[in-house]
T-cell receptor, first 115, second 114 residues
Framework: EAGVAQSPRYKIIEKRQSVAFWCNPISGHATLYWYQQILGQGPKLLIQFQNNGVVDDSQLPKDRFSAERLKGVDSTLKIQPAKLEDSAVYLC?????????????FGPGTRLLVL | QKEVEQNSGPLSVPEGAIASLNCTYSDRVSQSFFWYRQYSGKSPELIMSIYSNGDKEDGRFTAQLNKASQYVSLLIRDSQPSDSATYLCAVNWGSGAGSYQLTFGKGTKLSVIP
């Protein structure tokens, strides 16, 4: 079974530029998550999708971050404009459903450096 | 504010010893608890989940949960150098409308010395 796929793996941009990340979850997984992991910290949930609907985006900085999952499969996360403090690893995860006991499986992440 | 606290370490143990990793959480209604392992430069991978009070064993790993004390721990027996990684404690709680939010601690860095 293929795991969660993400691209690109690395990205370097200058502040105020825009950037987009792509995620393809495990086949059949209805729930998709985007996390931000700053160096030395645990992952922080940015947004959670159930199929193509947003379940929780309470920690997404909506003035600069946006995300979509149009057909309930792939998802993109965009930052526009980027700030220095956005330098982090962006992790995508998926789970079969959104229940409290569901295991989340993580992709390899995208490392973003904002200069 | 839901919080998950871990000692950041580093925790150093000799090869073959028992490593003990601890985690406390702030919300009594939390239902499920997870331990993830994260190697440097890699993404987190699940090693244990626990949902009820008591111990759960899987190979060299034992997770312990005490909901009254809001405490969860992970024991690694016969520690190996390959166990050297950061261990993330994660707690799942309801965030409303039938959804659940997984909150991670900052992680404890474990070093197993040969």
């Amino acid at each position: 079974e293929a795991g969660v796929a993400q691209s690109p793996r690395y990205k370097i941009i200058e502040k105020r530029q825009s950037v987009a990340f792509w995620c393809n979850p495990i086949s059949g997984h209805a729930t998709l998550y985007w996390y931000q992991q700053i160096l030395g910290q645990g992952p922080k949930l940015l947004i959670q999708f159930q199929n193509n609907g947003v379940v929780d985006d309470s920690q997404l900085p909506k003035d600069r971050f946006s995300a979509e999952r149009l057909k309930g499969v792939d998802s993109t996360l965009k930052i526009q404009p980027a700030k220095l403090e956005d330098s982090a690893v962006y992790l995508c995860a998926s789970s079969l459903n959104r229940g409290g006991g569901e295991t989340q499986y993580f992709g390899p992440g995208t490392r973003l450096l904002v200069l | 504010q839901k919080e998950v606290e871990q000692n950041s370490g580093p925790l150093s143990v000799p090869e073959g010893a028992i490593a003990s990793l601890n985690c406390t959480y702030s919300d009594r209604v939390s239902q499920s608890f997870f331990w993830y392992r994260q190697y440097s430069g890699k993404s987190p991978e699940l090693i244990m989940s626990i949902y009820s009070n008591g111990d759960k064993e899987d190979g060299r790993f034992t997770a312990q949960l005490n909901k009254a004390s809001q405490y969860v721990s992970l024991l690694i027996r016969d520690s190996q150098p390959s166990d050297s990684a950061t261990y993330l404690c994660a707690v799942n709680w309801g965030s409303g409308a039938g959804s659940y939010q997984l909150t991670f601690g900052k992680g404890t860095k474990l070093s197993v010395i040969p």
